[in-house]
């Protein structure tokens, strides 16, 4: 078993294999090319493969013995014969390269025979699969190999790198050479890569934390949001591709640094609003998760206020309802807002969704202990015109992950003109 790499591993290898064709050569390429990228590689070699190239070759390059057999051979002098447990190596492997491949490998896999390691592997591996086939032109053509080729490429999770016309070692001339290394290392990082985000090139602003309203220069009203929820957000969207505009009041908790995500610090509501209001018509979504504070002294004092027997009076005006505000400009963008309550969010989130115009209310009951503000875990109710759906307390970047995909799968507005608002651009 020493010889396996456990599922865990924290750098998964790419299973390279190589089977008995001339062009096993250029798999000493396509390994430099791998390890240049950053992948560490393991070697299966076929019976045939290994009469081209030799194992020690291969474990030279690669720094770990080539696997050549199935079952530990037990009169075996070979240094790399190898013991190993085929699943466990089928299941670590991030990729499962054959180049070259030849057709009898090519037909071995189309029909699922697993008489050596390297088809017992690839029956066993769950990682995407990419095939280099090499041979001669009319082996190629032949109808035979043309037809497991075709049941190959309709596989999912399954890809061919077509092999050149041109001149081949058997002398004769037409398609059946070896794709260049440098074209299959880039057919690796292709199926590597993941599946395309909804997200990806999208830009959404997301605003997060408190907003503190100064009463003097040294006091202020504001709450007890961390910022935590919308920083999870950001995160997240970032991770799947889209530009974050994030507008963010003053946190207790570190904003995300990340080249997709544009910080915007601001102190008050008012700056706040107008930060979102200016950003808003150039986005495709909007995601308020920031504490809004709801009311600001009408005349912070210049000075500090001193402390006196007699009652302090003060006079508070409301804030501008971001919310509200982006909901009468929306034309074609997404609108999130989310309702913090203390008891059943649902009916208050489906009241907001209606009166603020928004796509998708997040409701969360501020109350429940563990959850919600300043702390490191949320459970929400999903309140949209067609759904409700809640989810159970989890981490705010797994809350953060739904709530992307929520927004992801809702209907996409109907372009409108914009309702003139109360602030401007
Ligand atoms: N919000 C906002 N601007 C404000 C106040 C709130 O954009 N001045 C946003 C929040 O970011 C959140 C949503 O409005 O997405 C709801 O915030 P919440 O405080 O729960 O509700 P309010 O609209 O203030 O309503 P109420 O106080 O009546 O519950």
Sequence with gaps: MADAASPSDRNPPILLG?????????????????????????????????????????????????????????QSGEAFASSIDHIALAQSAKALVVAPATAHCLAKLAHGLADDLLSTVYLATSAPVILAPSMNVNMWRHPATQANLQALARRPGLAIVAPEAG???????????????????????????????????????????????????VRYFSNRSSGRMGFALARAAAQQGARVQLIFGPTTAEPPADPAIELVPVTTAEEMAA???????????????????????AQPATGKIKKSSQPLHLELLPTTDILAELGRRKTHQLLVGFAAETGNPRAAARAKLAAKNADLIVGNDVAQPGVGFDSADNAVVLVSAADETALPRASKDHIAGQILAAIAALPRPVPVPAKSGGLRA
């Design 18 to 74: 190589v089977t008995g064709g001339v062009a096993a050569y250029k798999a000493c390429e396509l390994v430099r090319q791998l390890q240049q990228r950053g992948h560490r590689v393991r070697v299966i070699l076929t019976r045939g493969g290994a009469r081209f190239v030799s194992p020690l070759t291969f474990a030279a390059l690669t720094g770990e013995p080539a696997l050549t057999r199935l079952f530990a051979s037990a």
């Design 167 to 217: 001149y081949l070692a058997c002398g004769m001339v037409g398609e059946g050479r070896l794709a260049e290394p440098a074209e299959i290392a880039a057919a690796i990082e292709t199926a590597l890569r993941p599946p395309a985000s909804a997200w990806a090139g999208r830009t959404i602003l997301i605003t997060a934390g408190p907003t503190r309203e100064p009463l003097d220069p």
């Design 275 to 297: 930060q979102a209001v200016a950003r808003f018509a150039a986005c495709d979504a909007a995601i308020l998760a920031a504490a809004v504070a709801d009311y600001r002294p």
